[in-house]
């Protein structure tokens, strides 16, 4: 227990002392452990993004936070 937790923080921090100023994240909204976890970590949700693939057809779609 904690083991990912720990792991997004070593991530983070070797992101840091390597320049980054910022991090990001794509989850899927219905993956709630993980959302939380970022979440936790200090991560926000800034936009979503829809998608949907049958055969050879494909919709994406990104939405803004709040709408």
Do not use: I, K, M
Request: charge should be positive; hydrophobic fraction near 35%; aromatic fraction near 6%.
């Amino acid at each position: 227990r904690g083991l990912a937790t720990a792991l997004l923080g070593e991530a983070c921090q070797r992101a840091t002392a390597r320049g980054a100023d910022r991090a990001t994240a794509l989850v899927a909204v219905d993956n709630v452990p993980s959302r939380s976890l970022f979440e936790r970590c200090g991560f926000e949700p800034v936009r979503r993004r829809q998608y949907a693939r049958v055969g050879p057809l494909s919709y994406r779609r990104v939405v803004p936070n709040g709408t």
